[in-house]
Protein backbone atom coordinates (compact mmCIF):
# COMPACT_ATOMS: atom_id res chain seq x y z
CA UNK A 1 0.00 0.00 0.00
CA UNK A 2 0.96 3.35 -0.47
CA UNK A 3 1.94 5.66 2.04
CA UNK A 4 -0.48 8.45 3.58
CA UNK A 5 -0.36 11.64 2.99
CA UNK A 6 -1.09 14.78 4.98
CA UNK A 7 -2.21 16.63 1.82
CA UNK A 8 -2.70 15.20 -1.91
CA UNK A 9 -3.77 18.43 -4.61
CA UNK A 10 -5.28 17.28 -7.41
CA UNK A 11 -4.11 19.29 -10.66
CA UNK A 12 -0.51 20.41 -11.29
CA UNK A 13 -1.42 24.09 -13.06
CA UNK A 14 -0.29 26.71 -11.70
CA UNK A 15 -2.15 27.13 -8.40
CA UNK A 16 -1.57 23.51 -7.91
CA UNK A 17 2.14 23.59 -8.02
CA UNK A 18 2.06 27.04 -5.91
CA UNK A 19 -0.56 25.06 -3.28
CA UNK A 20 2.45 22.46 -3.39
CA UNK A 21 4.80 25.05 -2.61
CA UNK A 22 3.05 26.55 0.32
CA UNK A 23 2.01 23.00 2.02
CA UNK A 24 5.75 22.62 1.76
CA UNK A 25 6.39 25.89 4.06
CA UNK A 26 3.51 24.33 6.74
CA UNK A 27 5.37 21.10 6.89
CA UNK A 28 2.78 19.06 5.01
CA UNK A 29 3.37 15.64 3.55
CA UNK A 30 2.36 16.29 0.02
CA UNK A 31 1.28 14.67 -3.03
CA UNK A 32 0.39 16.09 -6.36
CA UNK A 33 -1.48 13.83 -9.13
CA UNK A 34 -1.99 15.61 -12.66
CA UNK A 35 -3.61 13.60 -15.85
CA UNK A 36 -1.41 15.10 -18.21
CA UNK A 37 2.13 13.66 -18.57
CA UNK A 38 4.07 17.07 -17.54
CA UNK A 39 2.93 20.03 -15.02
CA UNK A 40 1.72 23.43 -16.01
CA UNK A 41 -1.66 22.67 -16.52
CA UNK A 42 -3.52 25.36 -19.19
CA UNK A 43 -0.75 27.19 -19.41
CA UNK A 44 1.46 24.37 -20.75
CA UNK A 45 -1.58 23.40 -22.88
CA UNK A 46 -2.93 26.03 -24.68
CA UNK A 47 -0.25 28.96 -24.40
CA UNK A 48 3.58 27.90 -23.51
CA UNK A 49 4.75 30.66 -26.08
CA UNK A 50 2.13 33.42 -25.48
CA UNK A 51 3.65 36.71 -23.27
CA UNK A 52 1.91 36.51 -20.09
CA UNK A 53 1.68 40.41 -18.43
CA UNK A 54 -0.82 40.09 -15.81
CA UNK A 55 0.51 38.08 -13.53
CA UNK A 56 1.50 40.24 -10.05
CA UNK A 57 5.02 40.99 -10.10
CA UNK A 58 6.24 39.92 -13.43
CA UNK A 59 6.09 42.35 -16.19
CA UNK A 60 6.35 40.03 -18.79
CA UNK A 61 6.93 36.58 -19.73
CA UNK A 62 6.59 33.58 -21.18
CA UNK A 63 3.61 30.79 -20.77
CA UNK A 64 6.70 28.34 -20.62
CA UNK A 65 9.13 30.53 -18.56
CA UNK A 66 6.33 31.29 -15.95
CA UNK A 67 5.83 27.26 -15.56
CA UNK A 68 9.50 26.23 -15.20
CA UNK A 69 9.47 28.59 -12.25
CA UNK A 70 5.99 27.67 -10.24
CA UNK A 71 7.79 23.91 -10.96
CA UNK A 72 10.58 25.07 -9.16
CA UNK A 73 9.32 26.63 -6.94
CA UNK A 74 6.89 23.82 -5.98
CA UNK A 75 10.02 21.57 -5.85
CA UNK A 76 11.37 23.29 -2.88
CA UNK A 77 10.22 20.84 -0.16
CA UNK A 78 10.19 18.02 -2.49
CA UNK A 79 6.19 16.69 -2.88
CA UNK A 80 6.20 13.72 -4.37
CA UNK A 81 4.42 13.98 -8.28
CA UNK A 82 2.38 11.77 -9.58
CA UNK A 83 1.96 12.71 -13.86
CA UNK A 84 0.04 11.52 -16.51
CA UNK A 85 -2.74 10.18 -14.17
CA UNK A 86 -5.95 10.82 -13.79
CA UNK A 87 -8.12 10.90 -10.17
CA UNK A 88 -11.47 9.41 -11.32
CA UNK A 89 -12.53 8.54 -7.48
CA UNK A 90 -12.21 10.23 -4.35
CA UNK A 91 -14.14 8.63 -1.81
CA UNK A 92 -14.02 9.17 2.57
CA UNK A 93 -12.96 6.30 4.72
CA UNK A 94 -14.30 5.00 7.74
CA UNK A 95 -11.08 6.21 9.79
CA UNK A 96 -12.07 10.01 8.06
CA UNK A 97 -9.17 9.32 5.49
CA UNK A 98 -9.79 10.00 1.54
CA UNK A 99 -8.89 7.00 -1.06
CA UNK A 100 -8.42 8.55 -4.57
CA UNK A 101 -8.01 5.93 -7.47
CA UNK A 102 -6.36 6.96 -10.69
CA UNK A 103 -7.81 5.43 -13.95
CA UNK A 104 -4.80 2.88 -14.39
CA UNK A 105 -6.72 1.67 -10.87
CA UNK A 106 -3.81 2.61 -8.80
CA UNK A 107 -4.77 3.57 -4.98
CA UNK A 108 -3.92 7.14 -3.04
CA UNK A 109 -4.52 7.72 0.31
CA UNK A 110 -4.24 11.00 2.03
CA UNK A 111 -5.80 12.72 5.28
CA UNK A 112 -6.75 15.58 2.98
CA UNK A 113 -7.60 16.61 -0.51
CA UNK A 114 -7.10 19.93 -2.68
CA UNK A 115 -9.08 19.86 -5.72
CA UNK A 116 -7.29 22.53 -8.04
CA UNK A 117 -8.08 20.83 -11.02
CA UNK A 118 -8.97 23.66 -12.99
CA UNK A 119 -11.87 22.86 -15.85
CA UNK A 120 -11.50 19.63 -15.84
CA UNK A 121 -9.26 17.45 -17.99
CA UNK A 122 -9.31 18.04 -21.97
CA UNK A 123 -9.73 16.15 -24.98
CA UNK A 124 -8.62 17.45 -28.02
CA UNK A 125 -11.14 17.29 -30.93
CA UNK A 126 -9.47 15.42 -33.93
CA UNK A 127 -9.10 16.34 -37.34
CA UNK A 128 -11.92 14.07 -39.23
CA UNK A 129 -10.91 13.69 -43.02
CA UNK A 130 -9.52 11.09 -45.49
CA UNK A 131 -5.95 9.75 -44.31
CA UNK A 132 -5.91 11.35 -41.14
CA UNK A 133 -4.43 8.13 -39.81
CA UNK A 134 -1.63 8.22 -42.33
CA UNK A 135 -0.20 11.32 -41.12
CA UNK A 136 -0.43 11.57 -37.06
CA UNK A 137 3.30 12.24 -37.03
CA UNK A 138 2.61 15.49 -38.98
CA UNK A 139 -0.43 16.31 -37.44
CA UNK A 140 0.13 18.60 -34.10
CA UNK A 141 -2.58 19.76 -31.83
CA UNK A 142 -0.47 21.67 -29.28
CA UNK A 143 2.13 24.23 -30.30
CA UNK A 144 5.01 23.20 -27.89
CA UNK A 145 7.90 22.76 -30.33
CA UNK A 146 7.90 25.38 -32.93
CA UNK A 147 10.87 23.66 -34.61
CA UNK A 148 8.78 21.48 -35.93
CA UNK A 149 7.38 23.95 -38.29
CA UNK A 150 10.45 25.50 -39.09
CA UNK A 151 10.37 26.45 -42.62
CA UNK A 152 7.54 24.16 -43.56
CA UNK A 153 4.86 24.55 -45.87
CA UNK A 154 2.08 24.73 -42.68
CA UNK A 155 -1.79 24.58 -42.95
CA UNK A 156 -3.95 25.25 -39.90
CA UNK A 157 -7.54 24.45 -39.53
CA UNK A 158 -9.45 26.38 -37.44
CA UNK A 159 -11.56 29.61 -36.96
CA UNK A 160 -10.75 30.05 -32.71
CA UNK A 161 -8.67 32.33 -31.04
CA UNK A 162 -5.69 29.75 -30.59
CA UNK A 163 -5.93 28.72 -34.81
CA UNK A 164 -4.92 32.93 -35.38
CA UNK A 165 -2.69 32.90 -32.49
CA UNK A 166 -0.91 29.77 -34.23
CA UNK A 167 -1.31 31.66 -37.75
CA UNK A 168 0.33 34.28 -36.30
CA UNK A 169 3.17 32.83 -34.41
CA UNK A 170 4.14 30.17 -37.15
CA UNK A 171 3.84 32.94 -39.88
CA UNK A 172 7.88 34.23 -39.47
CA UNK A 173 8.78 30.67 -38.94
CA UNK A 174 7.42 28.61 -41.23
CA UNK A 175 7.82 28.60 -45.19
CA UNK A 176 4.08 29.61 -45.58
CA UNK A 177 0.98 29.53 -43.46
CA UNK A 178 -2.68 28.36 -45.06
CA UNK A 179 -5.45 29.15 -42.61
CA UNK A 180 -8.62 26.98 -43.31
CA UNK A 181 -12.15 27.78 -41.65
CA UNK A 182 -14.94 26.80 -42.17
CA UNK A 183 -17.17 29.89 -41.01
CA UNK A 184 -17.61 33.32 -42.91
CA UNK A 185 -15.29 35.14 -40.82
CA UNK A 186 -13.74 35.31 -38.07
CA UNK A 187 -16.42 36.75 -35.50
CA UNK A 188 -15.33 38.80 -32.56
CA UNK A 189 -12.07 39.18 -34.08
CA UNK A 190 -12.46 42.23 -36.17
CA UNK A 191 -8.84 43.71 -35.52
CA UNK A 192 -7.15 40.52 -35.99
CA UNK A 193 -8.94 39.56 -39.00
CA UNK A 194 -7.71 42.95 -40.74
CA UNK A 195 -4.02 42.23 -39.64
CA UNK A 196 -4.70 38.41 -41.18
CA UNK A 197 -5.70 40.03 -44.05
CA UNK A 198 -2.75 42.26 -44.41
CA UNK A 199 -0.30 39.58 -43.99
CA UNK A 200 0.95 36.75 -45.65
CA UNK A 201 -0.85 33.80 -43.91
CA UNK A 202 -3.16 32.67 -47.13
CA UNK A 203 -7.21 32.54 -45.52
CA UNK A 204 -9.41 30.02 -46.82
CA UNK A 205 -12.81 30.94 -45.42
CA UNK A 206 -15.78 28.83 -45.95
CA UNK A 207 -13.53 25.26 -46.51
CA UNK A 208 -12.43 22.77 -44.87
CA UNK A 209 -10.30 20.17 -44.95
CA UNK A 210 -11.71 16.51 -46.63
CA UNK A 211 -8.48 14.49 -46.90
CA UNK A 212 -4.88 14.42 -46.86
CA UNK A 213 -2.62 12.31 -49.25
CA UNK A 214 -2.21 8.97 -49.22
CA UNK A 215 1.45 7.60 -48.48
CA UNK A 216 3.70 7.87 -45.59
CA UNK A 217 5.04 11.84 -46.67
CA UNK A 218 2.62 14.67 -45.79
CA UNK A 219 2.96 16.36 -49.11
CA UNK A 220 -0.77 17.91 -49.76
CA UNK A 221 -4.55 18.59 -48.36
CA UNK A 222 -7.46 18.57 -50.16
CA UNK A 223 -10.25 21.58 -48.84
CA UNK A 224 -13.30 22.27 -50.28
CA UNK A 225 -15.30 25.05 -50.64
CA UNK A 226 -18.68 25.36 -48.87
CA UNK A 227 -21.88 25.72 -50.59
CA UNK A 228 -20.52 25.41 -53.84
CA UNK A 229 -18.21 21.60 -52.81
CA UNK A 230 -15.31 23.11 -55.32
CA UNK A 231 -12.15 21.18 -53.94
CA UNK A 232 -8.67 22.29 -54.28
CA UNK A 233 -5.15 20.97 -53.33
CA UNK A 234 -2.40 22.96 -51.07
CA UNK A 235 0.80 21.95 -50.17
CA UNK A 236 1.53 20.99 -46.95
CA UNK A 237 4.66 19.56 -44.76
CA UNK A 238 2.83 19.86 -41.62
CA UNK A 239 -0.56 20.48 -39.90
CA UNK A 240 -1.60 22.00 -37.31
CA UNK A 241 -5.55 21.48 -35.80
CA UNK A 242 -7.31 23.91 -33.80
CA UNK A 243 -10.82 22.32 -33.28
CA UNK A 244 -11.52 22.59 -29.75
CA UNK A 245 -11.12 20.83 -26.94
CA UNK A 246 -13.77 18.26 -25.10
CA UNK A 247 -13.30 19.47 -21.31
CA UNK A 248 -15.00 17.04 -18.84
CA UNK A 249 -15.61 18.31 -14.76
CA UNK A 250 -18.50 15.77 -14.89
CA UNK A 251 -15.86 13.89 -11.85
CA UNK A 252 -16.78 16.10 -9.48
CA UNK A 253 -19.93 15.87 -8.84
CA UNK A 254 -19.54 11.86 -8.48
CA UNK A 255 -17.40 12.56 -6.01
CA UNK A 256 -20.72 14.29 -3.97
CA UNK A 257 -19.21 18.16 -4.39
CA UNK A 258 -21.61 20.72 -4.38
CA UNK A 259 -20.81 22.69 -8.23
CA UNK A 260 -21.73 26.32 -9.06
CA UNK A 261 -20.82 28.28 -11.86
CA UNK A 262 -18.37 26.46 -13.26
CA UNK A 263 -16.94 24.96 -10.60
CA UNK A 264 -16.71 23.56 -7.27
CA UNK A 265 -18.73 25.33 -4.43
CA UNK A 266 -16.05 26.81 -1.77
CA UNK A 267 -16.93 29.01 1.71
CA UNK A 268 -14.08 31.99 2.35
CA UNK A 269 -11.55 28.76 3.60
CA UNK A 270 -11.61 27.10 0.34
CA UNK A 271 -13.76 24.48 1.91
CA UNK A 272 -16.23 22.08 0.38
CA UNK A 273 -19.19 20.51 1.40
CA UNK A 274 -16.88 17.46 2.24
CA UNK A 275 -14.66 18.16 5.29
CA UNK A 276 -10.93 17.83 4.68
CA UNK A 277 -11.82 18.63 1.00
CA UNK A 278 -10.70 21.78 -0.49
CA UNK A 279 -10.83 23.52 -3.48
CA UNK A 280 -8.67 26.59 -5.54
CA UNK A 281 -8.15 28.05 -8.73
CA UNK A 282 -10.29 27.64 -11.59
CA UNK A 283 -12.01 24.76 -10.16
CA UNK A 284 -13.07 26.84 -7.27
CA UNK A 285 -16.09 29.11 -7.47
CA UNK A 286 -17.26 31.65 -5.11
CA UNK A 287 -19.13 35.03 -5.58
CA UNK A 288 -16.77 37.46 -7.77
CA UNK A 289 -14.49 34.76 -8.67
CA UNK A 290 -11.50 35.74 -10.98
CA UNK A 291 -10.18 32.89 -13.08
CA UNK A 292 -6.66 34.26 -13.57
CA UNK A 293 -3.46 32.74 -12.51
CA UNK A 294 -3.07 35.42 -9.50
CA UNK A 295 -6.21 34.84 -7.91
CA UNK A 296 -6.05 31.30 -7.68
CA UNK A 297 -2.45 31.58 -5.65
CA UNK A 298 -3.97 33.04 -2.96
CA UNK A 299 -6.68 30.72 -2.67
CA UNK A 300 -4.33 27.99 -2.76
CA UNK A 301 -2.40 29.38 0.59
CA UNK A 302 -5.82 29.44 2.63
CA UNK A 303 -6.77 25.86 1.46
CA UNK A 304 -3.80 24.83 2.43
CA UNK A 305 -4.21 26.45 6.30
CA UNK A 306 -7.42 25.08 6.27
CA UNK A 307 -6.23 21.41 5.40
CA UNK A 308 -3.04 22.29 8.25
CA UNK A 309 -6.02 23.65 11.01
CA UNK A 310 -8.39 20.67 10.02
CA UNK A 311 -5.84 17.82 10.52
CA UNK A 312 -3.80 20.55 13.70
CA UNK A 313 -7.01 22.49 15.16
CA UNK A 314 -3.98 24.30 17.59
CA UNK A 315 -1.85 24.81 14.27
CA UNK A 316 -1.37 28.65 13.39
CA UNK A 317 -3.54 30.11 10.83
CA UNK A 318 -0.58 30.87 7.97
CA UNK A 319 2.70 29.62 7.64
CA UNK A 320 5.63 31.76 8.18
CA UNK A 321 6.78 34.28 5.68
CA UNK A 322 9.50 32.98 3.28
CA UNK A 323 12.02 35.53 5.13
CA UNK A 324 11.54 34.51 8.34
CA UNK A 325 10.75 30.70 7.04
CA UNK A 326 13.26 28.74 8.96
CA UNK A 327 14.16 26.35 4.92
CA UNK A 328 15.11 29.88 3.66
CA UNK A 329 16.83 31.36 7.02
CA UNK A 330 19.22 28.15 7.97
C1 LIG B 1 -6.00 30.67 -23.83
C2 LIG B 1 -5.91 31.11 -22.38
C3 LIG B 1 -5.13 32.21 -22.07
C4 LIG B 1 -5.03 32.64 -20.74
N1 LIG B 1 -4.26 33.72 -20.44
C5 LIG B 1 -4.08 34.10 -19.14
C6 LIG B 1 -3.24 35.21 -18.80
O1 LIG B 1 -2.65 35.85 -19.67
N2 LIG B 1 -3.12 35.52 -17.48
C7 LIG B 1 -3.76 34.83 -16.48
O2 LIG B 1 -3.59 35.16 -15.30
N3 LIG B 1 -4.57 33.79 -16.79
C8 LIG B 1 -4.75 33.41 -18.07
N4 LIG B 1 -5.58 32.36 -18.38
C9 LIG B 1 -6.26 31.66 -17.26
C10 LIG B 1 -5.26 30.75 -16.52
O3 LIG B 1 -4.64 29.88 -17.44
C11 LIG B 1 -5.96 29.97 -15.43
O4 LIG B 1 -6.57 30.87 -14.52
C12 LIG B 1 -4.97 29.07 -14.68
O5 LIG B 1 -4.34 28.16 -15.54
C13 LIG B 1 -5.69 28.30 -13.58
O6 LIG B 1 -4.77 27.46 -12.97
P1 LIG B 1 -5.23 26.13 -12.21
O7 LIG B 1 -3.96 25.52 -11.71
O8 LIG B 1 -6.33 26.45 -11.28
O9 LIG B 1 -5.90 25.20 -13.33
P2 LIG B 1 -5.33 24.63 -14.70
O10 LIG B 1 -4.25 25.47 -15.24
O11 LIG B 1 -6.53 24.39 -15.52
O12 LIG B 1 -4.69 23.22 -14.29
C14 LIG B 1 -5.50 22.17 -13.83
C15 LIG B 1 -4.74 20.86 -13.92
O13 LIG B 1 -5.54 19.84 -13.30
C16 LIG B 1 -5.42 18.65 -14.05
N5 LIG B 1 -6.61 17.81 -13.81
C17 LIG B 1 -7.90 18.12 -14.07
N6 LIG B 1 -8.71 17.11 -13.69
C18 LIG B 1 -7.90 16.13 -13.19
C19 LIG B 1 -8.13 14.83 -12.67
N7 LIG B 1 -9.37 14.33 -12.55
N8 LIG B 1 -7.05 14.09 -12.28
C20 LIG B 1 -5.80 14.58 -12.38
N9 LIG B 1 -5.52 15.81 -12.89
C21 LIG B 1 -6.57 16.58 -13.27
C22 LIG B 1 -5.34 19.11 -15.50
O14 LIG B 1 -4.71 18.13 -16.30
C23 LIG B 1 -4.51 20.40 -15.36
O15 LIG B 1 -3.12 20.14 -15.54
C24 LIG B 1 -5.72 31.93 -19.69
C25 LIG B 1 -6.49 30.81 -20.02
C26 LIG B 1 -6.58 30.40 -21.34
C27 LIG B 1 -7.42 29.18 -21.68
Redesign the pocket.
Known amino acids: MSSLFDVTI???????LYTAFYSGLRALKTKV????PDV????R???PD?K????GGIAETTGYELVQNFKQQAETFEPEFVLG????SLTKQPDETFLLQTEDGEYHYSKTVII???????EVNPLVAKNADLHHAKTHYHLRDLEQFRNKKVVISGGG??AIDAAFTLQPIAKSVDLIYRGENFKGYEKRATDLLASNIQVHLQHEITSLNEGNELETVTICAKPSGKEEKLSCEALFISHGVEVDFS?TKNWGLQTADWGIQVNPFMQTNIPGVYA????ASYSRKI????A?LHEGAIAVNSAKQYLDPDAANEAMVSTHHEHFTS
Open positions: IGAGPVGIDAEGGKIYFYKIHDVKRVTACGSGTYDAFCGDARIISG
